[in-house]
């Protein structure tokens, strides 16, 4: 043991400092690569949504895309004049379209009858204009009550929210 640990500074001391400079780069190189491959792969999976199967014919399927899904929720949701703040997620489970939905509503509106609008214009939509007939839960979540502006305020200013 004594003599690796009298070897190992000699063995240091004897190799050319231009080769000791050149291993290190190698792998710092080789460290590199191994993490951008890592950090491409973790970019794919985060940035590339996958699409549903809308339905399937003799010739083949028909598939759309998230975002289109979301322009749909959205187009319905703007018809109504007491939503605002939309934001809606997307998700797939067991082959079913799970829609959750944040938004404001109108001081005074029924949170309840506009869930059933929603439930019911949405499933329709989705049927209608997409093909998607496996919807699951299309949850709504009030997170904020967009408060009425006063005769006595400015037109300039929009409205408020007020949030829970």
Known sequence: ???????????????????????????????????????????????????LIAYTTDNGSVQVSQSAITDLINSVCRKNPQLSHLKSKIRTHQKKLKIE????????????????????????????SLG??????IDIIATGIKVAKSPNESSSVSTQTAND
């Open 101 to 128: 939905i944040r938004l404001h509503i109108a001081s005074g509106s029924h949170l309840k009858s506009i869930e059933a609008y929603l439930q019911k214009d949405l499933r329709e939509a989705l049927h209608d």
């Open 132 to 137: 998607i007939g496996h919807v699951g839960s």
């Open 1 to 51: 043991m004594d003599i690796e640990l009298q070897f190992l500074p000699q063995a240091w001391g004897s190799i050319d400092p231009l080769i000791l400079l050149l291993l290190i780069g190698v792998i710092a190189f080789l460290v590199a690569l191994i993490l951008i491959r890592g950090m491409t792969a973790i970019g794919r999976a985060l940035f590339n949504r996958p699409k």
